[in-house]
């Protein structure tokens, strides 16, 4: 029987085959990834993850990020593709991802592009970090709409 393969994660949560790549946006950035993972054999294969997809987030968000005070927020941010294109676009980012695995994985993607490191917010929980942060933080009237 031919069963997909999963993320086998070591003692403390990290995939144990984590592969690094430049990605082949424009501009690239430093991604990391679980090999083991099917879904990401097209970044293996054309440096990209959901190439139409990332197209499309490409279009609808250069021209914010490029203005220097874009942000993006990342619900579920998974292994942080998005996160990180948005970085690399310029906008600061605030990611939530939940799952212990995805969340080093991401915080290990920032770190392997060191620009991005003072514009990203990485958390674990949405609903406690957020209802801490409420008070402190405004969100653009842009975004709040």
Known sequence: M???KYTKCGAHGV???LKQVRSRTDPPFHFLYDQSDLDMQSVEDVGLLEPVLTHLWHELTWKCCSSGDGLVVDIGANWGWYSLLSLALGCSVIAFEPVP???DVLRRG????????GRAELHRKVEDELRHERDRRELPARAAA
């Open 15 to 17: 995939p144990q085959q």
């Open 101 to 103: 695995a995805f969340h």
């Open 2 to 4: 031919n069963l997909p």
């Open 110 to 117: 920032v770190a392997a592009n060191p620009d991005f490191i």
